[in-house]
């Protein structure tokens, strides 16, 4: 379980400014993925935990009903709701292993380059609880390149730390 990594306040702004989003086909093969196994099924809830300032949060938006994201920093939900403008989203300062939804009330579980802070037995314990028959649980993330480039390595690691 992660406390403290990300409460300040400065550290929440520069978090949501320089953060990437994932890609939105990420959101469409998930999507896609849902429609097919359950066609008369809605996709009605999507919570995404760990979600910071709401990057992973937001793409969900268009395709559920109800979009809930879920952070432990009360900072990062804070700023999370400065830049929230969609309707349909809540965002909630919460752990990962005590989720407050009814069981198999949720369609989507995600968790954004975060699950490496969850104590991952009682988080997934949790997520089989309130997920549906047939819902989904998305954990992703993303890495940096690191190029080997003979005497060149150095500078192009700078030049993409930098970027």
């Not at 409460?7 to 429609?35: D, N």
């Not at 009360?74 to 909630?92: H, R, V």
């Amino acid at each position: 379980m992660a406390y403290r990594h990300f409460e300040g306040v400065q550290h929440a702004a520069l978090y949501a400014k320089f953060r990437p989003s994932p890609p939105t086909s990420m959101i469409t093969t998930m999507t896609s993925y849902l429609k097919e196994k359950n066609s008369e099924k809605t996709l009605d809830v999507a919570v995404d935990v760990g979600c910071g300032s709401g990057q992973s949060t937001q793409i969900l938006s268009p395709s559920f009903k109800s979009v809930f994201g879920l952070d432990i920093s009360k900072s990062q939900i804070d700023e999370a709701n400065k830049m929230e403008t969609l309707k349909n989203i809540q965002y909630k300062v919460s752990g990962a292993e005590q989720l407050s939804f009814a069981d198999s009330s949720v369609t989507v579980v995600t968790a954004g380059q975060a699950a490496h802070w969850f104590d991952l037995p009682k988080f997934y314990k949790e997520v089989e609880r309130i997920l549906v028959p047939g819902g989904i649980l998305a954990m992703y993330g993303y890495i940096f390149p690191k190029p080997q480039y003979g005497d060149k390595t150095d500078q192009l690691s700078s030049l993409i730390n930098e970027v």
